[in-house]
């Protein structure tokens, strides 16, 4: 079984910074792409940003040079650098990870954490 446990999220003012994190644990063979999506109230769940087990990125057009994915391959965790957050920013932020296990080698998944609230106030 494997578990994504979000961490990170809260309430700030706006222009402030926050710093997401994920881990991901149990039977992983091995991680291929990691994401964040967001959720506002009564809208779709929607891409904010993505890495490629190598390092590759992309991004949401409204969070371009103010958000930062990275990954630490060695803890299977990534990370989502928030920063000048604005109140549009305010969402439920779900981690996303494509995820091969020992049991189902060489068949990758998708895995969601529960999701952190992200509150900026304006």
């Known amino acids: 079984q494997v578990q994504l446990v979000e961490s990170g999220g809260g309430l700030v003012q706006a222009g402030g910074s926050l710093r997401l994190s994920c881990a991901a644990s149990?039977?992983?063979?091995?991680?291929?792409?990691m994401g964040w999506y967001r959720q506002a109230p009564g809208k779709q769940r929607v891409l904010v940003a993505a890495?490629?087990?190598?390092?590759?990125?992309n991004y949401a057009d409204s969070v371009k040079g103010r958000f930062t994915i990275s990954r630490d391959n060695a803890k299977n965790t990534e990370y989502l650098q928030m920063n000048s957050l604005k109140p549009e920013d305010t969402a439920v932020y779900y981690c996303?990870?494509?995820?091969?296990?020992?049991?189902?080698?060489?068949?990758?998944?998708?895995?969601w954490g529960q999701g952190t609230q992200v509150t900026v106030s304006s």
């Open positions: 149990g039977s992983i063979f091995s991680i291929n792409a």
């Open positions: 996303s990870a494509r995820i091969v296990t020992m049991e189902h080698r060489p068949y990758e998944y998708s895995y």
């Open positions: 890495i490629t087990s190598g390092g590759s990125t």
